[in-house]
């Protein structure tokens, strides 16, 4: 693939948000995190991060939600260029711009996107030529998310999540995601799912799930679809519970809590029932907006 520069010398890399078709999540370990079965699919809502030679690492950022994003060293996509730069003994001069377009704090791993774009980036902006693996690894070293966001497709998350088996998708999946008013904390969520199910069972992956992803089939994925910190999200921001309400009541086939929260996921019968259930949602005065994505989608390229 040709890069497209946005700037004499730079790189362009788009990434994808993500939807968790499945979130199956174990009780809390002794390092404080959670054993998974997160079966991750990939949608056509994109952010693309943009590294250009510069004096010192600096990161910018433009689009919805712009102004929620740190800026500083704990941006993850600050984060990797400064792991591929210690990696591989060279200093992380880079200007990174962020393009966003996924919803900021919506559970739908934009800020891992991120990451994963400006590792991509990074590297072949400074030609290290990192390997796959290597890639991945510095990953899963910046979170749990974002070695998919490197993958893109389907695929399921163990461990922590970081762990992927890359899963096949028969068809396309037609989705509308409701973006909330307000946001939710991830560790938030995880403390308040520990306080409602303290005795939580070994995450299983849902063989009726994996068939319905293979298969292409929408209504089979719909009755499978699971998620086990909506409890706890709906606990947190009970308002979700009339966004569920509303975009199932429009036609959707199901809806869920997208990961943490608080963006609401609805899955179409096609496009034209997306359509309509994202008209519905916008019009209903439970969520601030509806964006429509099909799925799956690509994981991070140069473009």
């Known amino acids: 693939m040709t ?15 993500k939807v968790n078709v499945q979130l199956a999540v174990g009780a809390a370990r002794p390092d404080g995190f959670h054993d998974l079965a997160n079966v991750f699919l990939a949608v056509g809502l994109y952010d693309e991060v943009t590294a250009t030679p510069a004096d010192e690492l600096r990161v910018t950022c433009a689009g919805p939600g712009a102004d929620q ?8 996509a600050a984060r990797a260029a400064e792991a591929l730069a210690a990696r591989y003994g060279r200093r992380a001069d880079v200007h990174l711009h962020i393009a966003k377009d996924i919803p900021v704090a919506g559970g739908m791993a934009g800020g891992s996107a991120d990451g994963a774009g400006a590792l991509v980036a990074c590297d072949a902006l400074w030609g290290t030529g990192a390997s796959r693996d290597e890639l991945l690894d510095i990953c899963a070293e ?10 893109g497709g389907a695929a399921l998350g163990t461990g922590r999540g970081e762990k992927l088996a890359e899963l096949a998708v028969g ?3 037609h989705w ?32 009726a799930l994996l068939d319905a992803l293979r298969t292409g089939d929408p209504s089979a994925l719909a009755g499978a679809l699971t998620n086990d910190l909506q409890p706890a999200a709906l606990s947190l921001f ?9 975009g199932t ?14 963006t609401t996921a609805f899955l179409a019968k096609d496009a034209e029932s997306a359509e309509r259930v994202a008209a519905a949602l916008r019009a209903s005065g439970t969520c601030r907006t509806a964006r429509v994505a099909s799925a799956p989608a690509p994981g991070a390229a140069v473009l």
């Open 249 to 262: 009541e429009a036609g959707a086939l199901a809806g869920l809590v997208s990961g943490s929260g608080p």
């Open 238 to 246: 009970p308002a979700l519970t009339d966004t569920l309400k509303a």
């Open 171 to 173: 068809g396309t999946f």
């Open 69 to 76: 994003v740190p800026l500083d060293r704990t941006n993850l």
């Open 142 to 151: 910046l979170g749990s998310d974002v070695p998919f966001s490197l993958v």
């Open 176 to 207: 509308v995601f409701a973006v909330a008013d307000g946001g939710l904390s991830t560790p938030a969520v995880y403390r308040e799912f520990d306080r409602l199910t303290p005795d939580a069972p070994e995450p299983v992956a849902s063989p």
């Open 3 to 17: 890069p497209r520069s946005a700037a004499p010398g730079s790189i362009t890399v788009r990434v994808p948000a």
